[in-house]
């Protein structure tokens, strides 16, 4: 089965690789997918546990999104009932020191913000 991405292929509108980036990982819910996953193998139920707000069909499309781009794998196991782990590519574990430089970022603005001090 084929599946088509409602959005064209980050190459094709993109300008610059920073944009490329943020269209990957863009978004209220693949940060948060990826931060689940940096901590090793989830099954559904647990990544929509732990991701707090997000719906069961948002999550579906963004691990489906995630998959496409290759930055995650979807293993199943054929069993009754059925099982389905998802996991971190070499390409989707690459993306673990950016998120980190992004976190500290975030940390740092927080404190630097006017008001804030």
Not at 26 to 49: A, T
Not at 99 to 113: C, L, P, R, S, Y
Request: charged letters at 20%; one cysteine or more; glycine letters at 8%.
């Amino acid at each position: 089965m084929t599946q088509t991405r409602a959005t064209p292929e980050p190459q094709e509108r993109t300008s610059c690789a920073v944009e490329t980036t943020l269209q990957v990982i863009g978004g209220r819910w693949k940060v948060l997918i990826l931060r689940e996953l940096f901590q090793g193998v989830k099954r559904f139920g647990e990544l929509q546990r732990n991701i707090r707000g997000v719906t069961q069909k948002m999550l579906t499309q963004q691990l489906r999104e995630m998959e496409a781009d290759g930055l995650i794998y979807r293993e199943v196991y054929l069993q009754v009932p059925p099982k389905v782990e998802y996991s971190l590519t070499p390409l989707g574990a690459s993306l673990k020191p950016i998120i980190d430089a992004m976190h500290v970022w975030g940390v740092n603005f927080g404190q630097a913000k006017p008001g804030n001090q």
